[in-house]
Each structure stands twice: as C-alpha cells, then as structure tokens.
C-alpha cells in the first residue's frame, strides 16, 4: 500500500485493551501509522512507544489533539464524553472503544458535536464485525416464526485469563489525585441513570452487556418494551425481559463470575430451528466463535457446527474504520448506533429502577 494512503493515528488511552489488542494491530495493519501515544502514565507511553517504534509520546490527550499530522484518533480511556468531543472539535475521525458513553445526555452532544464537525465516529463494538457472528445474523434473519431469543454473558472480565495470554503492564505512575479524578468523573456518568441508586448497579450492564445488547439490536431492531428487570449479588448480575412483539420475548442476562472461562452467547428459537451463536475469550487472537444451527429436517434432528473464518474481530473493525474514513462510509456502529445501545440500558435500568422505588 502507498504510504501516502496510511491512516496517522493516535492512541489515548495504554491500559489493559489497548496494551492486548488495539495496540498490535495498530501495528500491524498497513493501512494505519502509529504516529502518537497518550495516557497519564508516562512509565506506558515510553514503554509501548519504544516497543512500537512510535516517537510521538503524550501525557496529555489535549496536546495530542493538536497535533496536525494525527488525522485519527483511538479513544481507550474510561471516560470517553469530553475526548470526543474535543476530538471532533480538532477534526479528527474516532474510534472509541465501548461503550460509546455512561448516559444519553453525554450520547447526545457527543452526537451533536460529531454532526457538526463532520467527521466519522466509530464505536469499538468488535463483536459486529466477527464474521462468525455476522453468519450467525444471516441465520437470525433467514428464521421463521422466531418465538424466544437468550442472551447470555458472564465472565470475570478476563482478570484470570489475561496473565497467561498477555504481559499486561499496569501503570504505577500515575498521580492518586489523577485516578481519584477520573472514578469522580466516571461515577457522575454512572449517576446520570441511577441517580439517588448506587451507581455500580448500572455499571456491569454499561460495561459488559452493552456487546449483546448491541448484537440482539443488529440482528432484530429495538425491544418494544422491557418487561422486567432485576439486579443482584451487590450489582455483578443482571437479568431482563424484553416484548419483541406478540409471539417473542427475549431473555437477556449479564453477570461477572469467578469462573476462568468465557460464557457468552445468543440462542434464537424458531418453530423448526433453533440458532446459537458462541463467543470464545476475546483475549485469544483468531479464536473461532462457532455457530451451532439444529432443526427438524424430514423427520430427522440434525444438528450443523459452523466455523465461519478464523478472522479476527478486532482487527476487521480497524480495517472497517478506516474503509469509512478514505471511502466517507458511515460505520456499521455509528454514533446514532451506540446512542440507542445507551438508551436501551437506561430503559433496562429504568425498569429496575422504578421497581424498587416502588
């Protein structure tokens, strides 16, 4: 590829997601060049940039976005409102990692702010674009009669696998006033939907159901109505009833567990079939997401496993941004698709919410 067709990217934000796979892919993939790094941890930047060669290095995502050769940056930060906005403020295209946001207020000037600049905002809804999934939405879509649609993501948050895949570095120079800042600021996101209600009720949801949510929407359109809502076990689980019209409901749950391994799935019934989608540890880098199909055929059960492409997601989410940005395509995962993903967790939490206020 011409170098002159490279997409200069900035990456604010060296954490956990970044260090195991934003950042090697980055890399990797000719259509982008790493032309800066930023986080509040020095110690991350100086390390990763001489890993990766990169010679722009920022303690200050403000001065990051100043800079005129960045064309884009990859937000990986927790709290994701004033980057963005001031990204789109300085003409630079986003990728900002899920979820878009913690509440609809910051969703909407965000939105408002990307609108008025022009640029293309991405979310990093990498589920999207596995292509397991995507022949898994074929099937969805191709189903008859479909009466029940299951949901289904628990998982420690990779704390127990990641150690044994990536040599993740934590920073140890960051200023305790910085961090405690940044809680402050993540917490009054939260705040925004839970209100007088403790904020980590809402955060498993916005954190780690936001992939289904997001998948079940791709695959059939928002819930008409939630039904019902319950959060336990100190706010770590959450389970949901959503009305997807007359004949179907769809029963999601989320929840973080002490288990090592990945349980995330989706699982569509129809009258004559029944459709399952099954993710791996996202940590492990061309792991096949398997799609199961069982159906009633000439008076036979057979039962089909799918491996769509050894492809891996992250990496096909990156080469898609980039298709929008030189190409002036809007993404799969918009700003108007994560805005409605953060309306229909409020709506789930609302439901919740307005249960136990009574």
Same mark, same amino acid.
């Given at each position: ?10 990456? +604010? ?37 001489? !890993? ?17 050769? &960045? ?26 990692? %899920?979820? *878009? ?18 640029? &293309? ?7 999207? !674009? ?15 009669? #479909?009466?029940? +649609? ?11 696998? !990641? ?38 009720? !809402? ?21 008409? %109505? ?77 039962? %089909? ?9 992250? %990496?096909?989410? *990156? #080469? ?14 918009? #700003? ?19 249960? +136990?206020?009574?």
């Amino acid at each position: 590829m011409d170098i002159k067709k490279k997409l200069h990217a900035g990456v +604010i934000g060296c954490g956990f997601i970044a260090q195991t796979q934003w950042l090697y892919y980055l890399h990797e993939l000719d259509e982008f060049e790493m032309a800066a790094l930023c986080d509040a941890s020095k110690e991350l930047v100086d390390y990763y940039g001489d !890993y990766y060669g990169v010679k722009k290095r920022y303690t200050d995502w403000r001065l990051l976005l100043e800079d005129k050769e &960045i064309d884009a940056v990859i937000v990986l930060t927790k709290c994701h409102e004033e980057i963005c906005i001031a990204a789109a403020a300085n003409k630079k295209h986003v990728l900002v990692e %899920k979820p *878009l946001c913690e509440n609809l207020e910051q969703a909407c000037r965000i939105e408002e702010a990307v609108n008025t600049s022009g640029v &293309i905002l991405m979310v990093g809804e990498m589920k999207r !674009y596995d292509p397991g999934f995507q022949y898994a939405m074929q099937c969805f879509q191709n189903m008859k009669d #479909i009466w029940m +649609i299951r949901a289904r993501d628990f998982s420690d948050g990779l704390q127990r696998s !990641y150690g044994q895949i990536y040599p993740v570095r934590f920073a140890a120079d960051i200023p305790d006033e910085v961090k405690e800042k940044t809680a402050a600021e993540f917490e009054k996101g939260l705040r925004g939907v839970t209100k007088e209600l403790p904020g980590n009720l !809402y955060e498993t949801l916005l954190m780690c159901g936001v992939h289904n949510i997001e998948l079940m929407r791709a695959s059939f359109g928002e819930p008409k %109505k939630i039904l019902h809502c319950d959060i336990w076990n100190e706010g770590e689980t959450l389970s949901c009833e959503m009305d997807y019209g007359d004949k179907c409901r769809a029963f999601f749950e989320v929840g973080l567990t002490n288990y090592k391994w990945f349980d995330e799935e989706i699982t569509v019934y129809g009258d004559e079939k029944a459709v399952t989608v099954r993710f791996p540890n996202p940590l492990l880098k061309n792991a096949v997401t398997e799609v199961i199909v069982k159906e009633n055929s000439d008076g036979a059960v057979v039962e %089909k496993r799918i491996e769509a492409s050894y492809s891996e997601a992250f %990496k096909n989410e *990156l #080469i898609h941004f980039y298709q929008c940005v030189t190409e002036h395509k809007k993404p799969w995962t918009s #700003i108007e698709e994560g805005k409605t993903d953060i309306k229909i967790m409020q709506e789930i939490f609302s439901s919740y919410a307005e249960r +136990i206020r009574g």
